[in-house]
């Protein structure tokens, strides 16, 4: 599902990126973890085509992105991939409902689509009863499902996480966790997960190790 070459990425004189060589299969629950400063971020970046390497080949479902125009990156992102971060990154003048719906408007699905998919994912979410609630009506765990929720709408192959139960508590962090699992045997997708959290990435599927650029 993913397929990485050779990534390589540099910010001025630091060299982040020193040849990165990685698969991971579809239905994949993957973690990748290593200490603060080791590339894990820039990597997620380039997986999911919001930073370009400065070498290397980068592949999803079989598809090159290399000689993609922004255009046409930004319509593959949308319709392929979901990203999910430690904040939840909600618009706050938006309903629960309204914010899964956004990404599903871009792809210009239509109302009456985005409305009823978006309330079946918040009910698979347990959210059913906070749908028209703001985002500062909503609790830390519930702000996150529905950011999953948003990931989810159109479908993507691919769900890309970059520390996503970094500010929640323990028993909010287990639910999550859990509703990786749930998701991907339910709905078949590849999860991608930065993480320092060792109880995540014990069980996940495979653990990636990068340390100063290089997977260990």
Known sequence: MIHLEGITKRFDSLQVLKGIDLDIDKGEVVSIVGPSGAGKTTLLQIMGTLDKPDNGEVRIGGISVKRMGEKELSAFRNAHIG????????????????????????????????????????????????????????????????AVARALINNPSVILADEPSGSLDTRNKEELHRLFFELRDRFGQTFVIVTHDENLARITDRTIHLVDGLIT
């Open 83 to 146: 990203f999910v971060f430690q904040l939840h990154q909600l618009l706050p003048e938006f309903t629960a409902l309204e914010n899964v719906m956004i990404p599903a408007f871009i792809a210009g699905i239509s109302m009456k689509d985005a409305t009823s998919h978006a309330k079946e994912l918040l009910a698979f979410m347990e959210l059913s009863d906070r749908i028209t609630h703001k985002p500062n009506e909503l609790s830390g765990g519930e702000k996150q499902r529905v």
